[in-house]
């Protein structure tokens, strides 16, 4: 868990110093003042990314030409360690003041999820937002992961700016990728495969809180490496054999469309409720509801695996959109975790004593 946290020229923050406990820790105060901008900077420091904006530019503070983020930590065995992120000219990494070089070696140190109004997206949102929901909760969980993740995106990447000149690129060029997508993207698709149903066991318990047990909340997951048409015979069951004569059987048409048709960037989650497509009958509250049971379902499923660390949760603007009653399933399932970071205006009439308020204004932290 996070048990301090220290930023300079983050958004609207010249400076801060903030220490936080276990349990509830709620950051309160008007609209507009920065409580976000904190949840937010704890969310970079653990996967450096915002879930709010893909520039990253963006979060340094105006006219500023940088930003400075550290967090110390504590794990369940009561070792400590210290993350560094500098992003100027260039983003720089550090732990424990070690400077490291790959993601891989950094996002997995601190672990950290979400609750905002921007998870709905995950049902009602675009197949890559799902995509993305699976692989930020895997390379959490697995370091391996990201690495694969890395490597077949760069593949990816490559062998697409080679589909769309291929008077310039010989085939041989452009195929030479495919070693690594295969090798790499059918590694992807059996550790989704394998979250998808560690999911929707920890989805039975979630359905019942949040839907009662009328209604069951699943996900299915559809693989992109499947292609229609028959293959050879003489592959059988072996996943790489049939990705790679996939990409082999559709190279034209990849070239025609200047894109790598199929593979596990092409992969979609659908969200069911009682079997059926959730963004497409549900209405706004089911769907809001069950993005709050996936994550809350990932939630459990990284308790479980990740042995000696606190998963902190970071939850803003969520309660306004709920009903009393799934308020209250909310708001206790949250106390039962092991930190919690909460923006809010006021205190919920629901929760038990915070371990610890903070006040928010124009940029400044106090204690309340």
Known sequence: MLTHLKLFHFRNYDRCDLTLQPGLNLLMGANGQGKTNLLEAVYYLALLRSFRTTQISNLKQWQQDGFYLEGNCRHKDGSTLTLNVSYGTERKLGVNGIPVHKTSEFITRFICSTFIPEDLEIVKGGAVLRRRFLDIALSQLSATYLQDLQQ???????????????????RNTVTAYDFMLVEKGVAIENARKELIDKLNLAL????????????????????????????????GD????????????????????????????????????????????GSEGECRIAALALRFACLKIMQLELDQQDVTLIVDDVLGELDQHHRGIFLQQLEQCGQVIIACTEVPPELQAPKKIFKVAGGKIADF
């Open 204 to 235: 039975l318990e979630q359905s019942q809180l949040f839907f009662g047990e009328l209604k069951v909340l699943s996900v299915k997951y559809v693989s992109g490496l499947a292609a229609s048409g028959r293959l050879s015979p003489m592959i």
């Open 152 to 170: 077949y995106t760069t593949a990816l990447r490559s062998r697409n700016i080679m589909l769309k000149q291929p008077a310039k690129y010989p």
């Open 238 to 281: 072996d996943a790489k054999e049939i990705y790679r004569e996939i990409l082999q059987r559709n190279y034209e048409r990849d070239c025609r469309d200047g894109c790598t048709r199929y593979g596990p960037h092409r992969s979609e989650m659908n969200c069911l409720l009682s079997g059926n497509h959730l963004a497409s009958f």
